[in-house]
C-alpha cells in the first residue's frame, strides 16, 4: 500500500513555476529536434500516443489519488531527464531525434490525467490562482531566457546554427530540470 501523501503548496506553486520555465526556455528547440524524423512518422506515432492516453482515462477512477499524480509527475520529470542526458552525451542522429519525440510523447500521454488530478486533488481556488500565475510567469520568463541566450550565442560566441543553440541551451535546461526535480519531491510529504 502506498504512504498517504500531502502536497506543501508552497514547494508545489515554485515547481509549478521551474516546470514553466522549463517549457519556456525549451519551447523553441523542438523544431529542430524532430527535424529527421519524417512527418508520416510523427503522425504515425501521434496515432499511437492517442490511443494510449484513452487507455489511461479509463483508469482515472483507479488513479485519481495523491500517491499516483505524486510517482506519475516523477517519472514524467525522469522521462524528461533521460532524453536530455542523451541529447546530450551523443551526437544528435535519426535515432536520438526519435527518442526526444517518443519520451516527449510520454510526458504529453500523461499530460491530460495530470491536469485533472490536480484540479481534483488541489481544492482551494486561491492555490489555483497562484498556480496559473506562476505558470504563466515560468512560460514568459523562460521564453524571454531564451530570446537572450540565443542572442548571446549569436552575437557574442557567432554560434548561428540552429542546431548549435540548441544544444548549448540543453545544459541550462538539464539545469532547472534537476531543480524541477527536487522541488517536486518537496513537494510532497508523507502523512
Do not use: C
Not at 510520454?106 to 481534483?120: C, N, P, Q, S, W
Request: proline share 1%; no cysteine; aromatic share 22%.
Amino acid at each position: 500500500m502506498l504512504s498517504k501523501l500531502k502536497i506543501n503548496f508552497r514547494n508545489y506553486i515554485y515547481y509549478k513555476f521551474f516546470n514553466s520555465l522549463f517549457l519556456g526556455v525549451g519551447i523553441g528547440s523542438f523544431i529542430s529536434q524532430y527535424n529527421p524524423i519524417k512527418i508520416s512518422e510523427i503522425a504515425i506515432l501521434g496515432i499511437l500516443f492517442s490511443v494510449l492516453s484513452i487507455l489511461i482515462a479509463k483508469v482515472y477512477t483507479k488513479i485519481m489519488f495523491q500517491q499516483y499524480f505524486y510517482i506519475i509527475l516523477l517519472f514524467v520529470e525522469f522521462v524528461m531527464l533521460f532524453w536530455m542526458t542523451f541529447f546530450l552525451l551523443f551526437e544528435f542522429s535519426y535515432k536520438i531525434a526519435l527518442l526526444i519525440y517518443i519520451s516527449r510523447s510520454v510526458t504529453f500521454l500523461f499530460g491530460d490525467y495530470l491536469g485533472r488530478a490536480e484540479t481534483h486533488l488541489v481544492k482551494r481556488k486561491q492555490i489555483f490562482s497562484f498556480i496559473d500565475i506562476n505558470r504563466q510567469m515560468g512560460l514568459i520568463i523562460g521564453m524571454i531566457i531564451a530570446v537572450i541566450f540565443y542572442y548571446i550565442l549569436e552575437k557574442v560566441y557567432f554560434i548561428s546554427d540552429n542546431q548549435s543553440q540548441v544544444y548549448y541551451i540543453h545544459f541550462f535546461l538539464y539545469i532547472i530540470e534537476l531543480l524541477i526535480i527536487y522541488l517536486l519531491v518537496k513537494s510532497f510529504r508523507k502523512v
